[in-house]
């Protein structure tokens, strides 16, 4: 697999990824709607050995339903939300679609938090989709 890179808005953190994505999904839940400043947040998942950043990220840290810790990592100079990390998941990466170079690469197989998804959305394609979160 070839790697993938992305970054922020202002390009002060960049990243590149050397293996496949675990899981891709999309988020509903009202945290991951604010952190992206959309209707819901498009994610991949992957090995975090597998994701090398450089720059500098901050982080804020914020429950999640399940009463989880997620460290939702961005850029402090722009202010985009690059990467998450979180406390259900040790040794995963968490890479929001929208800072990759190329967003062609995502496919989402499954949407999480869809209780909480805006009536207004229709993502299309095939998924499993979970009210919640899939234990």
Do not use: K
């Amino acid at each position: 697999m070839a790697s993938m890179t992305g970054g922020c808005l202002c390009g002060r953190v960049r990243y590149t990824i050397t293996a496949a994505p675990i899981r891709s999904g999309i988020c509903h839940c009202r945290n991951c709607r604010r952190h992206t400043g959309s209707a819901f947040e498009p994610f991949m998942m992957f090995p975090v050995a597998s994701v090398n950043v450089q720059g500098e990220l901050r982080t804020f840290d914020l429950a999640g339903d399940s009463g989880r810790i997620v460290h939702r990592r961005f850029c402090p100079n722009c202010g985009s939300g690059v990467l998450n990390e979180g406390e259900g998941d040790p040794g995963v990466m968490i890479v929001l679609v929208g800072t990759l170079d190329d967003q062609t690469v995502f496919v989402p197989t499954f949407e999480v938090m869809c209780e909480f998804a805006q009536p207004w959305v229709q993502a299309g394609g095939e998924r499993r989709r979970f009210p919640g979160m899939p234990t």
